[in-house]
């Protein structure tokens, strides 16, 4: 009798961002291991616990309530509202997505880049 092994789950999409434009006017997120932009919303969890309380629990959900009023006033929906991450410290920002960078799979950079078989 063969044993089945369960398939294992990717790893979760990690993006990094840069600056898009001279003027500094745009930041363009891209799949990377850096892992240093992040989509807004906080995790919020079930009940209270040592490490995350009820008063963490209310705070947690008031942030997330300011993110989707801040996102649902975006006129733009090219862009989405995103943490970056510098020196150890988050920063909200309108990211857009669809820069192709060396951590994205061999078919997307091809296909991109139009580059032959």
Known sequence: MSVIKPTPKPPP??????????AGTKIDCYKSKQNKQTVCRLWQ????????DAAMMEATAKINAI??????SNPDKARHLSFVQFR???MLVWASYGRIGPADDLKTIRKRLKLKR
């Open 67 to 72: 993110i989707a009023r801040v996102e649902r």
């Open 45 to 52: 969890v079930k009940e209270p616990s040592a490490f995350h």
């Open 88 to 90: 150890n410290r988050l």
């Open 13 to 22: 999409e990690t993006y990094d961002y840069m600056w898009a434009d001279q």
